[in-house]
Every structure is written in C-alpha cells, then in structure tokens.
C-alpha cells in the first residue's frame, strides 16, 4: 500500500504522545494513552487506521496484501481483543468481533488516541490488548476554514481530501470527505510476485453540526459515511478473481449539561455495518450479511469534593443481524443493557487512585463482573509510578453464536485479568516510559472441527502473556537545526497454558526509531520499525514463519505562502526490503508519494 506525507503547516511532528500534566484528562493520570497529533496523522497519503498506527506504535498488522485485509495483534492478544471506539461507541464488527484496520477511516476524524492494557471498564467488549479511539470535537467559536489535499504516488494512487467549517460562538456546521483509490499492482520481480487483482477505492464523508444554548447546555450531531471497494488480491494466478464491497454509517446524537461540579450527557446513537462478497468478479452471484445497532447512553460525572471525581454510566443497546438470501445465517438480534462505576481519588498531593465496576446483561451468555484498580504514586517531581489490576471481557460475535453451520449459543465471553506497572520520568527535553505487564485470558472462543464434519465454535483455550513496553522522546536545537527523536521497544511472550507453544500472530520484538529535522520552512524526516520473525502457526514451525524486517521511509517537505501551502515528498522503504505480514503475501518495495496541502481560506 502506498504511503505518502503531508504535514502541518508548521512542522513534521512525529512526537505523538501528551506528556504535559496539566494537559491531562482523568484517565491519562492511570492508563498508558498515546495521543497521535494531526501532524502525525497527516504524514499518510492514504486514510486508513494500519498505515499510521504501524508507524507510531508496536501495534502488529496482519495485512492480506497492501490494503487488503489488516487484523491486529495488540500485546500478544487477538484481533478480536483489541476495541475499535468512535466518538465512544464501539465499531467492531458485531459479525466478526473485531475490526478491518483498512476498512476504518482516520479522515473524518479530529482526534486519534491508543490506551494500552485492558479498559474493559470505561470501553467495554474485547478491550482487552487494547483501545483504539477516533472522535470529533466541538467547534464553536473556531475559525471559518476550508482545506484541500492532493496526493499522488506509486501505483496509480490518488488521494482527494477536503473540508470546510462555518462556526461563530454558539453554532458550527463542518463537513470531510476523503477519497482514495490505487490500482496497487506493485511486482516483487526476483520472487515472480506481482499483487494481481489488488486494485480499490475508499470513500469517507463526515457531517457535524452543534448548537450551544449557555455554558450549560449543547447539543452536538456526529455522523460518518464510510464506503469502499476492493478486489481481494491473488496468491496464485488461476485463482477466481473476487470482489468485496463495504458500506458503514455511524450516527451519535449527543447531549450535555453541565454545571461547575455535575455534568449530565444523554446520547443516541445508530451503527450499520453492510458488506456484499462476490466470489468470482465476472459472475453476478454474491452473499452479504450486516448488522444494525441501536445505543442509548446516560453518563453523569459529579464532583463531589475537590479531590473526587465520580463517573456513572448506563446504557441500552439493541442490535440486529441483516442478512441477504444467500448469508450463512439467519436472522437474529442481541439486547444488551451496562452499567459501569469509576471514582478518581487523590486523598494525598503525591497519591492517586481510580477504582471502577462494570456489569453488562446480554442475550444468550452470561457476562461477567469487570473490575479495575490503580495506584499512581508521584515519587519526585518529575517521576510517577503505576500498579494496576483489571479485568475485561470480550463477547461472542454474531458469527460466533448463529453462523450456520457451526454457531454455539453456549459460548461464554472471554475472560481476562491483568496486571500492570508502569513509571515515567518527564523532563524538559526527555520523556521517558516503562511497563510491565501480565495477562491471564480464559475462555478463548476458538473454532474447531465438530462431530458432524464442519467447524464449530467452542471456549477452549487458556493464554497467559507477559511483556514490556519502553518509550523516549527528546526535543532539542542542533546547529540550528530543531530536532525530535522517538523510540518504542516492546517485547511480548504469549503462550497457550495447556501446551505452553507460542501463539500466533505474535512477533516478540518490536522497536521504533523517528527522527525529524526542521530548518526555516525545510522538514526531514526519518522513521524506522522493526518486526521480529511471526508465525502462522501455534509453537514455531519454521515453514509457518514470516522471516524479521526491517523498513525506513524518508519524508520531505517545503512550507510557502505563510505557510498556507506545502508540498511534501516520500520515500517508502528506501531500502528496498522484500518483506510479508502474511505467508504469501508481499508488500511493496521502494516506492515514492507526493502530497499538496492548501488552505483556501
């Protein structure tokens, strides 16, 4: 997949994560929160999530092709274990139980956020590794602008980005849209590879609007339409060509009252999830499934006393499977009802603590009692330590419970508890990070042949992971030059319980290495990842193993007319690396990207 840059108009800014305390919300106090700047995000030619978190994070992809299929491996956990939020409501596939990373626009989007380590409490469902979270802010008062993109590259890719925002103090109406298309026929000439039938195109529209009555009351409108194409690429030649069609909307009716210490926020919100497969491109016949969401919120945040902060939030959701006449499945619904605590303490000025409960009912399988705990304990002025203890869950999808044949209502949820400490040392100029942290999961759903010769879903498996994370970052002048570095480190080790062999999908050494040198209106820069050897299978069979990579891009950029335009060229995989995510499925080798940004207005 082509990846381009285009930066703020300020500067290329790779340093991704919020640091400044009094710049932190309550949760960023507890949990690991790597907040990605819109410099960061800009740097992507292309608008999905894979492209930009591989980059700023030791998050796995799994990639069937560059822009295929892209499944995560989050601190050794599965796909299905690592939650997808927008705007706080949960997008993973309610069929699958986890989320498409190529399928999910950043585009449309203002703010883009990882947590890492179980959030079961706050996000809910398969927050297990991980949270992913995309969502938009208010805009009152904000200045009128209007903004277009243009990108070019390697592979006949196109990228189409603009905005426009009308705001003044009380209302604002803003509206995204992003369109990209490759025909991504990339060849990997001394492995007689070429990426045939891997063409597609994406579209992602957003439309926001709010309206501010006083201090304390507002009404905010969030709504996204996502849709793309995708011919699914071939390993062999003589395969059927096949075609995949996508179609997403997301609406959230949001609203907030809020007085100095209470603020009460009701929310409505419509998921739908569509896909239509066609499994030979030049016939007509084709198979589509889908599932529709219907989610009420109440949140109430109260402030007690100075050193409390108590949150409490109910919700009801309905949801409803959509199948065509040739879907392996019938028609089914699912009712979901939660209730979730957190209470933030700071009984001491050099001592915090949160303690939360959830509780969820749902259709068909008992869900069970989450809970978690943290100790933030600021020993010296620039140093904080954390120990944390969670559980979180992670339901059985739609495909999981009715998926004929092979569908279990029996299943029970995943189950998982952890464990967590964390340090960090803030300077002026270095920020430093360290985490442990240990897993137990049960109760993973696993498919597995069944007594009448087809595949069924059964909880089988026991997980214990164990790992450790490091982070830096450094901020200085040399010779003029302004100069920001960035490393991650992480190391994992996940292991089935039963057979002690390593799971799959798990690469145990990941790092990070980002550079970026600015000069007047000039910006280099210079990132790099490593990926240790993954195999595709339980234990290490050397004919399932995705050999080790190493891959660099080089960015630059040039800023004119006050900086209202700049022009940004790139450099992927300067070296020229042959490399998989997936056995049999190669990337691609050096290629270049140019990407015009303009402020109209």
């Known amino acids: 997949m082509l990846i381009a840059i285009s930066l703020s108009a300020q500067s290329i800014d790779l340093d991704s994560i919020e640091v400044k305390a009094n710049h932190k919300n309550l949760r960023e106090h507890f949990h690991k929160i790597q907040k990605i700047k819109d410099s960061v995000k800009s740097q992507s030619i292309g608008i999905s999530l894979t492209e930009i978190l591989r980059e700023q994070t030791p998050i796995f992809f799994k990639e069937s092709g560059a822009g295929m299929v892209s499944s995560v491996s989050f601190r050794g956990t599965t796909a299905q274990q690592t939650a997808v939020l927008w705007n706080g409501l949960n997008i993973n596939s309610q069929l699958l139980g986890q989320t498409d990373f190529n399928a999910v626009s950043w585009a449309t989007a203002d703010d883009l956020q990882v947590e ?91 439309v926001n609007f709010g309206f501010l009555f006083n201090n304390q009351h507002k009404i905010l409108f969030f709504n996204e339409f996502y849709n793309d194409k995708r011919n699914f690429s071939l390993i062999i030649s003589t395969e059927n060509k096949s075609r995949y069609f996508n179609y997403n909307q997301r609406h959230l009716l949001r609203y907030e009252f809020q007085q100095k210490k209470l603020k009460i926020t009701p929310e409505i919100g419509f998921l739908k999830e569509n896909y239509t497969y066609y499994p030979n491109i030049k016939k007509t ?141 803030d300077f002026r100029y270095l920020k430093l990070g360290f985490n442990l942290f240990h897993q137990n999961i049960r109760d993973m759903i696993r498919w597995m042949p069944a007594d009448k010769g087809y595949w069924k879903a ?17 901020e200085f002048n040399l010779f003029k030059i302004k ?63 995705v050999k ?20 940004a060229f790139r450099i992927n995989n300067i070296y020229n690396k042959i490399y998989q995510t997936i056995l049999n499925r190669y990337q691609p080798q050096r290629n270049f990207n140019i990407k015009i940004n303009y402020e109209l207005f």
């Open 483 to 545: 100069t920001k570095a960035k490393m991650f480190f992480s190391y994992t080790d996940a292991k089935e319980v039963k057979t002690k062999l390593s799971l799959m999908y798990v690469p145990p050494i990941q790092a990070g290495l980002n550079f970026v040198f600015q000069y007047q209106k000039f910006s280099l820069g210079w990132n790099n990842r490593y990926t240790d050897d993954v195999y595709f299978s339980l234990g290490k069979e050397e004919n399932a193993r």
């Open 116 to 206: 890492y380590g179980s959030g079961g409490i706050m996000n809910g469902s398969g927050a297990i590794g991980g949270t992913v979270s995309l969502s938009n802010r208010p805009k009152f008062g904000k200045k009128n602008t209007q903004k277009l993109s243009l990108g070019y590259g390697s592979y006949q890719h196109l990228l189409l980005d603009y905005s426009h925002l009308m705001a003044n103090e009380n209302s604002y109406f803003e509206v995204k849209y992003s369109r990209e298309q490759s025909k991504n026929d990339y060849k990997i000439s001394s492995k007689n590879y070429e990426n045939l039938n891997a063409d597609f195109w994406k579209n992602d529209m957003g």
């Open 285 to 425: 016949e084709n198979s589509g499934n889908g599932v529709g969401s219907l989610i009420t919120n109440l949140q109430i945040n109260l402030k007690p006393l100075k050193k409390i902060d108590l949150k409490w939030k109910n919700g009801w959701i309905y949801r409803e499977s959509l199948p065509d006449e040739n879907a392996s499945m019938k028609q089914s619904f699912r009712r979901e009802f939660q209730t979730s605590f957190n209470g933030f303490f700071k009984p001491y000025k050099n001592l915090q603590l949160e303690l939360g409960a959830r509780k969820e009912w749902v259709t068909h399988f008992e869900s069970p009692f989450l809970y978690s705990s943290v100790i933030n304990f600021q020993a010296l002025k620039n140093f904080e330590l954390k120990l944390k203890a969670a559980s979180s869950f992670r339901a059985p999808s739609f495909n999981d419970l009715y998926f004929e044949p092979g569908g279990n209502t029996d299943l029970k949820p995943e189950y998982s508890k952890s464990y967590e400490l964390s340090s960090g040392i």
């Open 548 to 567: 080790e990579y190493l891959l660099s891009d080089v960015m630059l950029k040039y800023t004119f007319l006050n900086n209202k335009l700049d022009v």
């Open 458 to 474: 059964f909880n089988v498996d026991r997980v214990r992971i164990k790992g450790l994370e490091a982070n830096a970052e450094a």
